[in-house]
């Protein structure tokens, strides 16, 4: 007797999800939202394959290289999936001699990371992408990058806080402490780490696995443990006479001295949170580098003194950590080709950004579809269906831009189309008699009523309008009903 197959397990693969329905209307929602202001700043549209040859990607992302996935062998290529849309980008202004562009990108990226599918943290998830490349003055495209952060979130109607650094102020900070040249990543890396855990943690990563010693990270924590505005850090950082004798923190200075002036003609100033422990572990930042995170429900100003950060400290509020993310990378472009194209950009986490919003939707789920008008038809026993007349309305709504269905039966049952039609603000029901007057009629779902303009014997029957006037009627109530767009 042959053996039984083994039954094959189905579901998604780990660290991925099927999208579907409200979900999926929640995430295109985003996807819109993101995309509307990438142009509203003129941005162009740029797609590149799903995976790269694997020399593409390597050395770009310190520590975080792990997390690539790599793929086998393909007819003596060695490829691997994108571990984010930046590095593409840069190959991309490199192959084909790109000097100026401001690009946006909404792809999948994969990343071999440990998944948190309730906090928005995949394997598999989408990155909306916004950069701006090509030699301009100092800080100011930086500046816009940070309005586009803004202008999203106000969009989303998120509050949020843009924890902000400066590489070159960073990397002086290690050197002023005492932190040798080619420790300096290693040791970023561990910094970066303070805003989900404690400084002692920290601490003792940076000195007994990366061989620091420990007055040196205690000279390091003197530093990193300050945030405030931007003016403030400023202050903070030129009171120090051992600070600004160093070259790359003067270089660094100069930089943020343009961006607090920049962004407050730009109304981006009060969310600008300078954050010395902020590190980034990208290899390939060069100049400002910045994190978007949900505000505290706390409401509570940043202190320039915030005392030692709790583990999770974060990711309280919201549960997803940051949500946005990017920075300068003046030399990455050049890793490619012969010429160095500066650019400074920003990612939005889609995935984790959608967490947020559907916690803050709670239980009441959203719309599976996005349906104006149900098309219905009723009658006696002599009733047909009145398939071709309902396939006759379905064509005049949709011909005027409206979304509509109906039933793909010949002859449905009116409790059956009421069923079908549940999500869906308005119906236009079509009957025998009335349809022999050239009229049918309109109704309001959900709440008995037909519009404001009916006789009392109408109640509960909807609107009775002529077939001339029912794409105007249709889009006249649309407007008072529902916020959904009507092309």
Same mark, same amino acid.
């Not at 197959?5 to 995430?27: F, H």
């Not at 102020?169 to 050197?175: E, Q, T, Y």
């Not at 009723?378 to 011909?399: I, N, Y």
């Given at each position: 007797?042959?053996?039984?197959? $083994?039954?094959?397990? #189905?579901?998604?693969v780990k660290g991925t999800r099927d999208w579907s329905g409200s979900d999926l209307l929640l995430r295109d929602h985003v996807f819109e939202t993101i995309s509307n202001i990438f142009k509203l700043h003129g941005g162009t549209p740029l797609d590149t394959p799903v995976f790269e040859l694997r020399e ?5 992302? @310190? ?29 991309? &202004? ?89 420790? +300096?990543?290693?040791?970023?890396? $561990? ?36 945030? @405030? ?36 003609? #730009? ?21 400002? +580098? ?28 919201a549960g997803v950590g940051s949500i946005a993310a990017g920075g300068r990378y003046d030399n990455l472009v050049g890793m490619y080709g012969k010429k160095q194209i500066p650019c400074v950009g920003i990612s939005f986490g889609v995935d984790r950004i959608y967490t947020i919003l559907k916690a803050r ?24 269906? *009145? ?38 603000? &308005?119906?236009?029901? #079509?009957?025998?008699?009335? &349809? ?8 309001? *779902?959900?709440?008995?009523? @037909? ?18 006037? &029912? ?17």
């Amino acid at each position: 007797m042959a053996s039984k197959e $083994a039954k094959i397990s #189905l579901k998604a693969v780990k660290g991925t999800r099927d999208w579907s329905g409200s979900d999926l209307l929640l995430r295109d929602h985003v996807f819109e939202t993101i995309s509307n202001i990438f142009k509203l700043h003129g941005g162009t549209p740029l797609d590149t394959p799903v995976f790269e040859l694997r020399e593409i990607l390597s050395g770009k992302y @310190g520590e975080d290289s792990k997390l690539i996935y790599n793929l086998e062998d393909q007819g003596g290529e060695l490829c691997a999936l994108r571990y984010d849309l930046t590095v593409p980008f840069a190959r991309w &202004l490199a192959m084909n001699n790109v000097q100026q562009i401001k690009r946006y990108q909404i792809a999948k990226v994969y990343r071999r990371d440990q998944p948190a599918i309730a906090r928005g943290r995949m394997r598999e998830f989408y990155q909306c992408d916004f950069d701006i490349a090509g030699q301009y003055d100092p800080m100011i495209p930086d500046a816009e990058i940070l309005r586009v952060v803004a202008e999203t979130f106000d969009a989303l109607d998120q509050e949020i806080v843009i924890k902000l650094n400066h590489r070159k102020i960073l990397d002086g900070l290690f050197a002023v402490a005492g932190v040798p040249a080619e420790k +300096i990543r290693p040791i970023s890396s $561990a910094v970066d780490k303070l805003d989900k855990e404690p400084w002692e943690a920290v601490k003792k990563e940076m000195v007994e696995q990366k061989g620091l010693p420990e007055e040196v990270a205690d000279k390091i924590g003197q530093y990193v443990l300050n945030k @405030g505005t931007v003016d403030e850090m400023i202050k903070f950082i030129r009171s120090d006479e051992g600070l600004t004798a160093n070259d790359e923190i003067k270089a660094g200075l100069a930089d943020m001295d343009l961006l607090s002036a920049y962004s407050k003609e #730009l109304n981006t100033f009060d969310k600008i949170s300078f954050d010395l422990s902020l590190a980034r572990g990208l290899d390939y930042y060069t100049g400002v +580098i910045f994190e978007v995170v949900q505000k505290p429900a706390s409401n509570k100003e940043e202190s320039r003194y915030p005392g030692k950060p709790t583990k999770g400290k974060e990711e309280t509020s919201a549960g997803v950590g940051s949500i946005a993310a990017g920075g300068r990378y003046d030399n990455l472009v050049g890793m490619y080709g012969k010429k160095q194209i500066p650019c400074v950009g920003i990612s939005f986490g889609v995935d984790r950004i959608y967490t947020i919003l559907k916690a803050r939707r709670g239980d009441k789920a959203g719309p599976s579809r996005q349906v104006d008008v149900y098309v219905m038809a009723f009658g006696g026993k002599e009733f047909d269906g *009145l398939l071709l007349q309902r396939m006759s309305v379905a064509r005049q709504l949709w011909e005027a831009g409206i979304r509509a269905e109906y039933s793909a039966k010949v002859k449905p049952r009116l409790p059956q189309q009421f069923k079908a039609a549940e999500d869906v603000p &308005l119906a236009v029901i #079509l009957g025998q008699d009335e &349809l022999a007057d050239g009229k049918v009629r309109i109704k309001v *779902l959900g709440t008995g009523k @037909g519009g404001e303009e009916k006789k009392e014997d109408e109640k509960d029957q909807g609107l009775l309008v002529s077939r001339d006037n &029912l794409v105007e009627e249709v889009k006249k109530l649309l407007q008072q009903t529902t916020s959904l767009p009507i092309r």
